[in-house]
């Protein structure tokens, strides 16, 4: 005998050998062992998990001699003819290729006839592929079908079927394999079929199939054939390393070795998004990972490191590559292209690349808090992730008053998180500032964020105090620090202080009209007790001071002391606070009661005009 496929070798016979769907077997042996049968089921779920096996063996049932407890005995001549597909009792018709509506009434003539068994059973394969005028010839019969007849629909794409036949039939839900079920069942047909198959290759088999137990039988069928090695893999996981150490080199050389080795970019593609799902999964929803033990150990500790932002973004930007492929001359330029705007958040300045970086810092904050921030940080300068020895060996002392701990880390959060929102609305044309400020030049452009400050030895450390989140209230919101108040004409804030609170502890703490008028400024050098904050014009000055109370007691609330604002127009550099700024020409403010109606009383007539164009010339009336 020719060589059978294990899947076709090892169909479930009994309702007791279907893997994985407990709650179908249940549900068929009751109601066989109950003589409750319906006359019509509908059967769905994905491909490969026991719906036409599960139709057969129901078949079995129905007509068999000598059945036990629900279960077909297997030995009976009704069993053996069901099985080698000669019976008489059991018609199959594939509804992808008989879906017009003469090949339904074919079928519906023969209802009518009686057969050798008990029961006829008809078993409509993919049914959601029949023909509307098809579907309208097969409602009345299945909706009152002689009582010998039973109908089993079975489709992989139940939203297709339509109300109608839905109406009339018990709908069976057919599920994925779980991932422990469907090893055991694998490690028992190759222990059965005397396979040998090491580890790896089981764990390959076990990813191929995804959950199908004939794809599974399948590639385990093609890694006997091979030898019983496991087949090479795509480097999925060494893409996956790449994207979380954000190694743009790595990458494109997984990605040349895979399309080297003739995988094609697309399947590729396919395959990265289907782990990284699984990422999203273990992250989100653990108990929904359907793989081995040790392989959802090794996702779950890839997600950890990955992170939620860094997952979805990948997830995206994959999907849509795989859309554009359909047209792209050199679909692995694509793929190339994806993989430095994933490794590289600089390359890539659209709104979910932001978020990812806010992301990151936010998961740097809370390993700063729990005592573990890494000594270096992702994309900082060389010289603040490498302190020079002189500074290693003598730290610069902290200034009193300076934030420190998780409220430092926690202010440069927050001046990310609004440099971040800047980007995106500038990237998205909504920002107001194209109303009211000036074009940007290299004269008003914002300075550059200085570099970071190297880490402080463990020995000069200044302990941190936990930082509660900013209440509601001005007067409830902790303070950075707690010194004893100062008078009136002490030293202001330096700049750095009064801009890492400015958009993360100031800011929501204004009223939204007070809000929306200082968010367009910033702060410049403090000088002579004041802290001097630059807006774009003379107008918008105007305009703000009416409110600078407001934010000088926010801004005292929290440094713990009297904090006073000079408002100034930004000209780019540091202005002096001596010299009154210019008003800008483009926003002059124009006074409405000085405007004077300058039209003349009375405006001449035709010959009037003429006359003076013509200086000696005298206008004669016509007497007639």
């Not at 496929?5 to 407990?22: H, K, T």
């Not at 997984?254 to 080297?260: E, I």
């Not at 990812?356 to 270096?376: H, K, V």
């Not at 430092?408 to 609305?425: F, K, M, S």
Request: glycine share 6%.
């Amino acid at each position: 005998m020719a060589h059978q496929a294990l899947y076709r070798r090892y169909r479930p016979r009994r309702f007791g050998e279907i893997v994985g769907q407990e709650h179908v077997v249940k549900a068929l042996r009751n109601a066989v062992r109950d003589n409750r049968v319906g006359h019509a089921y509908l059967f769905s779920g994905p491909r490969g998990t026991g719906k036409t096996s599960s139709a057969r063996i129901l078949a079995k049932a129905l007509n068999c001699l000598n059945p036990l407890d629900g279960e077909p005995c297997c030995e009976c001549t009704s069993c053996v003819a069901v099985e080698a597909g000669i019976s008489f009792d059991v018609h199959e018709m594939d509804a992808a290729s008989n879906r017009r509506i003469d090949d339904m009434r074919e079928l519906l003539g023969t209802v009518a006839l009686a057969s050798p068994g008990r029961t006829k059973v008809y078993i409509l394969d993919e049914v959601h592929q029949l023909t509307t005028d098809a579907v309208s010839a097969l409602l009345k019969t299945l909706e009152e079908p002689p009582d010998h007849v039973v109908f089993v629909l079975a489709t992989t794409d139940p939203q297709k079927v339509p109300a109608t036949i839905r109406s009339r039939t018990q709908h069976l839900e057919f599920h994925l394999l779980p991932s422990d079920a469907l090893e055991q069942h694998v490690r028992w047909v190759v222990a059965d079929a005397g396979l040998i198959v090491d580890e790896a290759a089981i764990e390959a088999v076990m990813r191929q199939g995804g959950g199908s137990a004939r794809d599974t039988l399948s590639a385990l069928d093609q890694v006997a054939a091979a030898g019983g090695a496991a087949p090479e893999a795509l480097p999925i996981d060494e893409l996956i390393e790449s994207l979380i150490e954000r190694d743009t080199g790595r990458a494109l050389a997984a990605v040349a070795a895979a399309t080297q080795a003739g995988r094609d970019a697309r399947a590729l593609s396919e395959e990265l998004v289907a782990q990284l799902r699984e990422v999203f999964l273990s992250l989100m929803a653990p108990e929904l990972v359907r793989l081995p033990d040790r392989v959802a150990a090794r996702i779950a500790e890839q997600a950890h490191r990955l992170g939620p932002a860094a997952t979805v973004r990948a997830m995206e930007v994959l999907g849509d590559i795989l859309v554009e492929m359909r047209h792209a001359p050199d679909p692995r330029l694509l793929v190339d292209v994806a993989m430095v705007r994933l490794t590289n958040t600089d390359a890539d300045h659209s709104t979910a690349a932001l978020l990812e970086r806010i992301e990151r810092l936010e998961r740097q904050l809370a390993a700063f808090t729990a005592g573990g921030l890494p000594a270096t940080t992702p994309h900082a300068p060389a010289a603040a992730q490498a302190p020079s020895t002189a500074t290693a060996t003598a730290p610069a002392p902290v200034a009193e008053g300076e934030p420190t701990g998780p409220a430092a880390a926690r202010a440069v959060l927050g001046a990310a998180r609004q440099r971040a929102t800047n980007e995106a609305v500038r990237a998205s044309g909504t920002a107001q500032a194209a109303h009211t400020a000036p074009p940007p030049s290299p004269r008003n452009a914002e300075p550059p964020d200085p570099a970071p400050a190297p880490p402080a030895s463990p020995k000069q450390a200044i302990p941190a105090e936990p930082v509660a989140a900013a209440p509601a209230s001005a007067d409830d919101a902790p303070r950075l620090a707690s010194p004893p108040a100062a008078e009136a004409g002490a030293d202001a804030p330096d700049r750095d202080q009064l801009t890492l609170l400015w958009a993360d502890r100031v800011l929501p703490q204004l009223k939204p009209m007070v809000k929306a008028r200082y968010a367009m400024g910033r702060f410049l050098p403090s000088q002579a007790g004041f802290a001097v904050f630059a807006l774009p014009n003379a107008a918008h000055r105007d305009k703000c001071d009416s409110n600078r109370a407001d934010v000088e007691q926010v801004l005292s609330t929290q440094f713990g002391r009297p904090v006073r604002l000079k408002l100034v127009v930004d000209k780019g550099e540091a202005a002096t606070l001596d010299s009154a700024p210019p008003a800008a020409p483009d926003d002059e403010v124009v006074d409405l009661s000085e405007l004077v109606d300058a039209a003349p009383d009375s405006i001449p007539d035709g010959l009037q005009r003429l006359a003076k164009a013509f200086p000696g010339a005298e206008v004669i009336e016509d007497a007639r």
